[in-house]
């Protein structure tokens, strides 16, 4: 699949290599790259495939340059799976407030 010049892309790039990692952070979490994904409008090449280097702009308008990862990439936002004990909790809280209400 090819994207062109104006499309809705997103892309990847690495902000720091697992080298350049702070000290401090868990060795785990330094052993791996520092990676960006941004979306934005393709500004250049004309066209690209996957894993090419493109420019894109932001929606505040700024460019970036990075690996071409997706072509009008969809919103993924999740909450997450329930947590039985923050279930219980909020139940706990409600009887709470509602007995001093009372």
């Not at 994207?3 to 790039?13: E, P």
């Not at 990676?35 to 700024?62: C, E, F, H, N, Y």
């Not at 809280?93 to 009372?102: V, Y």
């Amino acid at each position: 699949m090819e994207s062109h010049s104006g499309q809705w892309v997103q892309i990847r790039t690495t902000i720091l290599a697992p080298g350049e990692r702070a000290g401090t952070i868990p060795a785990e979490t330094k052993a791996v790259p520092l990676d960006m994904r941004l979306k934005g409008w393709q500004v250049s090449p004309a066209t690209a495939k996957a894993g090419d280097i493109v420019t894109v702009r932001s929606a505040l308008g700024r460019n970036y340059q990075g690996q071409l990862e997706a072509i009008n990439p969809p919103y993924g936002h999740d909450f997450g799976a329930a947590i039985p004990e923050l279930l219980e909790a909020g139940e706990q809280a409600r009887a709470i407030l509602l007995e001093r209400r009372n």
